[in-house]
T-cell receptor, first 113, second 117 residues
């Protein structure tokens, strides 16, 4: 079965610095990978997805993610963090014939002014 | 586009009462909606998949008689927490897809914070 892992519960970064939120996936067929963001007491917002094609995927709000097959990773990145980027980020995967989206445990990103 | 509206955003109820949560797709038709539960600082747990015009599919360990799901139209699914108890207090989130393909993104409602006293 496909699954994703987010090794960091918390990531802190200074405003203006680049940010990375890590995600790795287990290998079982072709991964379909997503990133979502959740602000306090809100639902999740879709940021970007990787299905096939270019390994570098660009998404909403200046975020991008790089699919790395050799490292089985799909890290979320942004060149210059904003305080407003502070939120809970979830990596997710639809694996092969799976009928549901499986979420990682989430990473709380805090951008310090 | 692809707006999912969830109501109410928060509700407080007494133990033993029932609470209904609505999930509407405002600008698209959703044959399938998903109900999630989220505990503080934790990930989302899929509770059930709601299918328009048919019975919902519940995940293992979710009591179908306690969490009643009705998907009577292509734009509305409801989750009723029956005989609520304090341990049912949680954040409930619904979602839907605009496309039937399994790799299309989910669109989420803003969630409902349920507190059972």
């Amino acid at each position: 079965a496909q699954s994703v892992a987010q090794p960091e519960d918390q990531v802190n970064v200074a405003e203006g610095n680049p940010l990375t939120v890590k995600c790795t996936y287990s290998v079982s067929g072709n991964p379909y990978l997503f990133w979502y963001v959740q602000y306090p007491n809100r639902g999740l917002q879709f940021l970007l997805k990787y299905i096939t094609g270019d390994n570098l995927v660009k998404g909403s709000y200046g975020f991008e993610a790089e699919f790395n097959k050799s490292q089985t990773s799909f890290h979320l990145k942004k060149p210059s963090a904003l305080v407003s980027d502070s939120a809970l980020y979830f990596c997710a995967d639809y694996g092969g014939s799976a009928r549901q989206l499986t979420f990682g445990s989430g990473t709380q990103l805090t951008v310090l002014p | 586009g692809a707006v999912v509206s969830q109501h109410p955003s928060w509700v407080i109820c007494k133990s033993g009462t029932s609470v209904k949560i609505e999930c509407r797709s405002l600008d698209f038709q959703a044959t399938t909606m998903f109900w999630y539960r989220q505990f503080p600082k934790q990930s989302l747990m899929l509770m059930a998949t709601s299918n328009e015009g048919s019975k919902a599919t519940y995940e293992q360990g979710v009591e179908k008689d306690k969490f009643l799901i009705n998907h009577a139209s292509l734009t509305l699914s409801t989750l009723t927490v029956t005989s609520a108890h304090p341990e049912d207090s949680s954040f409930y989130i619904c979602s839907a897809k605009t496309e039937s393909s399994y790799n299309s993104p989910l669109h989420f409602g803003n969630g409902t914070r349920l507190t059972v006293t």
